[in-house]
């Protein structure tokens, strides 16, 4: 059996700066992502924005991970474009992974796993709409640490989700760092978990083979956390059905 293919979204051309004499602009990921998937068995390839041959991207990989990053257009969900603590927007990013999600979900034929940015893209693209900056409506923002953006948290896991059939508990603790976050789920998906706070941190499209998206960064402590790693091992799973 073959291993299974798995594209990894990536970030805009400019989203994060990288130290170069040559060169500007570069599609990044960070190697967590592709560290996690090599240990649950699959081949990563990256998938960089501004692609317009969508099903070309589809015919050639298993599965699909959509990475973290910036914030989303709010202009998608009616939000507030002129929020202060909006980050910088990158339409390419956004145009493309409206498009690549949108075929997957479509396809059905594609398992596919959407983290932190990923699981916004995902309730957006349903019709659900986002909180701009969780600290204005849970000032703690338990969701960032407070001398960096990453934190520990707990995630309390719905009993019979697909997610809780993933990762073998009721509670998990996740790496976090995400300052946006659901406010309105859409009515084609199913919550997953929750923080304490009431924040979601995951959901699932229930006619989706294999559709699992969590709002926390299950790469970052999957190589010593099993609970983590079975999400990716799921994925890779999913693919040999």
Not at 7 to 32: L, N
Not at 77 to 101: C, I, M
Request: glycine content about 8%.
């Amino acid at each position: 059996m073959s291993a299974p293919i798995i594209g990894i979204t990536t970030y805009g051309r400019t989203e994060k700066k990288v130290p170069s004499e040559a060169d500007d602009d570069f599609f990044t990921v960070p190697t967590a992502y592709v560290d996690a998937v090599r240990r649950a068995g699959g081949v990563p390839v990256l998938l960089p924005p501004g692609e317009e041959n969508i099903d070309g991207w589809l015919n050639t990989v298993d599965g699909v991970v959509f990475a973290g990053g910036a914030d989303i257009d709010p202009t998608y969900y009616n939000g507030d474009v002129d929020h202060p603590k909006l980050g910088s927007k990158d339409t390419e990013r956004d145009e493309t992974e409206f498009a690549l999600l949108r075929a997957v979900l479509y396809r059905k034929d594609k398992p596919v796993l959407l983290i932190c940015r990923g699981l916004q893209v995902l309730n957006v693209l349903s019709g659900g709409t986002l909180h701009e900056h969780i600290a204005d409506v849970h000032p703690e923002n338990i969701h960032q640490g407070t001398e960096t953006i990453w934190t520990l948290q707990n995630a309390d896991i719905v009993d019979g989700s697909k997610l809780f059939n993933v990762v073998g508990q009721d509670v998990v603790k996740t790496m976090s760092g995400h300052h946006q976050g659901v406010r309105d789920v859409a009515d084609e998906l199913s919550v997953a978990a929750t923080a304490a706070d009431g924040i979601v941190e995951a959901l699932e499209v229930a006619d989706h083979p294999f559709c699992i998206a969590v709002q926390w960064h299950p790469e970052m402590t999957a190589d010593v956390d099993q609970s983590q790693q079975n999400i990716f091992d799921a994925l890779i799973k999913a693919c040999h059905s």
